[in-house]
């Protein structure tokens, strides 16, 4: 079993649609969360950085954390064309040697316009 | 201001070739790592460094090797390439070892290894 899953997908939607994306984690270390945006043949790009449980926001996406369900969210509004990517979730422990990010496999999701 | 940069973008090495990959972080980032990305997966973390020395190891084998070198840029060795190292290389810097939720990553070396 993987420490990290995430639905492959692929996942398309109209434009203007509300889109969320998850994650479960094995890990109960992982403290740190993160979402990266990849676009094809790009590296990833991060969109959101939270520690610990609870939600964050910033513009169009919201990220939520649930450690005692080990389940993260991001949720996309209004979403454009431009959105169109892989998104991947990735977490880390919050201190020792296991500071490197463990990523899921990505949801590739594709709005269509 | 530029971005992690790295080279080459792209290419191709035959069995039991080596391949040397290179990186320069973004201006003012001391720590590199370097993740394996297979079509279809996400990255998988193989070294980091902090100034020049290695902190972190992920799960591949003696063939990768990696460096860092005073100027903070660094090198990816691979020795004896199989198929199964056909991958994207990703480069990430960071201003440091603890906030490494915050990498910055390069666009990637593809490599194909026939």
């Known amino acids: 079993q993987k420490e990290v899953e995430q639905d492959p997908g692929p996942l398309s939607v109209p434009e203007g649609a509300i889109v969320s994306l998850n994650c479960t984690y094995s890990?109960?270390?992982?403290?740190?969360f993160m979402w990266y945006r990849q676009y094809s043949r790009k590296g990833p790009e991060l969109l959101m950085y939270?520690?610990?449980?609870g939600n964050k926001e910033d513009g169009r996406f919201t990220a939520q954390v649930d450690k005692s369900s080990k389940y993260i969210s991001l949720f996309i509004r209004d979403s454009q064309p431009s959105d169109s990517a892989t998104y991947l979730c990735?977490?880390?422990?919050?201190?020792?040697?296991?500071?490197?990010?463990?990523f899921g496999s990505g949801t590739q999701l594709t709005v269509l316009p | 201001d530029a971005g992690v940069t790295q080279s080459p973008t792209h290419l191709i090495k035959t069995r039991g070739q080596h391949v040397t990959l290179r990186c320069s972080p973004i201006?003012?980032?001391?720590?590199v790592s370097w993740y394996q990305q297979v079509l279809g997966q996400g990255p998988q973390f193989i070294f980091q460094?902090?100034?020049?020395?290695?902190?972190g190891r992920g799960n591949f084998p003696d063939r990768f090797s990696a460096r860092q070198f005073p100027n903070y840029s660094s090198e990816l060795n691979v020795n004896a390439l199989l198929l199964g190292d056909s991958a994207l290389y990703l480069c990430?810097?960071?201003?440091?070892?603890?906030?490494?939720?915050?990498?910055?990553f390069g666009e990637g070396s593809r490599l194909t290894v026939l």
């Open positions: 990430a810097s960071s201003f440091g070892t603890e906030n490494t939720g915050e990498l910055f």
């Open positions: 890990n109960s270390a992982f403290q740190y």
């Open positions: 939270t520690y610990s449980s």
């Open positions: 990735a977490m880390r422990a919050s201190s020792g040697s296991a500071r490197q990010l463990t």
């Open positions: 201006s003012g980032h001391k720590s």
């Open positions: 460094y902090y100034e020049k020395e290695e902190r």
